[in-house]
């Protein structure tokens, strides 16, 4: 099974702009979930979908925005990039037929420099 | 506020020993948790997990341990080998309909020196 898959792998922004990250999950994984990594917050989570529908959501502002497709595929989108924006975003997925438990698959990211 | 807590950045130790790594956490609605490894320019890779009505957790040279009084879980290697040298992340999940949400650590470097 293929793991997985990021797109872009490596991103460099001005601030202001907005930039759209591409997920695709496991095969047959409905659960996407999404994560911010800096080397002062550590790993925050950003939201969850599962079934084209958000689940959950994490503290970040509305300038972070998600959606999901049919085929479980998932976009991230940020918009006016700020330079704190500047991070490492991690995508996960799993099989969340089982709802309180969850181990998730990581990408390896997409690292976003905002200039 | 942080829920889950790595207080050691790092962690040195020698090859065929034993190395523990150590998280706390304070929300009593966590059931699940779960150990992560990464390296760098990598997404984390699981590692192990314990669900909460459990204290142990066995999968080869790898362990957790869950302190629910205590609200604290450690992870063992033994025996410890230079590819282990990694960020470990703790990760906990809680209530129903959470599972898709991990709250995640600081992290601990752990170094394993030949």
């Known amino acids: 099974k293929a793991g997985v898959t990021q797109t872009p792998r490596y991103l460099i922004k001005t601030r202001g702009q907005q930039v759209t990250l591409s997920c695709s999950p496991i095969?047959?994984?409905?659960?996407v979930s999404w994560y911010q990594q800096t080397p002062g917050q550590g790993l925050q989570f950003l939201f969850e979908y599962f079934s084209e529908t958000q689940r959950n959501k994490g503290n970040f502002p509305g300038r972070f925005s998600g959606r999901q497709f049919s085929n479980s595929r998932s976009e991230m989108n940020v918009s006016t990039l700020e330079l704190g924006d500047s991070a490492l975003y991690l995508c996960a997925s799993s099989d969340s037929g089982r709802v309180l438990y969850n181990e998730q698959f990581f990408g390896p990211g997409t690292r976003l420099t905002v200039l | 506020d942080q829920q889950v807590k790595q207080n050691s950045p790092s962690l040195s130790v020698q090859e065929g020993r034993i190395s523990i790594l150590n998280c706390d956490y304070t929300?009593?609605?966590?059931?699940?948790f779960l150990w992560y490894k990464k390296y760098p320019a990598e997404g984390p890779t699981f590692l192990i997990s314990i669900s909460s009505i459990k204290d142990k957790n066995e999968d080869g040279r790898f362990t957790v341990f869950l302190n629910k009084s205590a609200k604290h879980l450690s992870l063992h290697i033994v025996p410890s080998q230079p590819g282990d040298s990694a960020v470990y992340f703790c990760?906990?999940?809680?209530?129903?309909?959470?599972?898709?949400?991990?709250?995640f650590g600081q992290g601990t470097e752990l170094s394993v020196k030949p």
């Open positions: 929300n009593s609605m966590f059931d699940y």
């Open positions: 095969s047959g994984h409905r659960s």
């Open positions: 990760a906990a999940s809680g209530g129903y309909n959470q599972g898709g949400k991990l709250i």
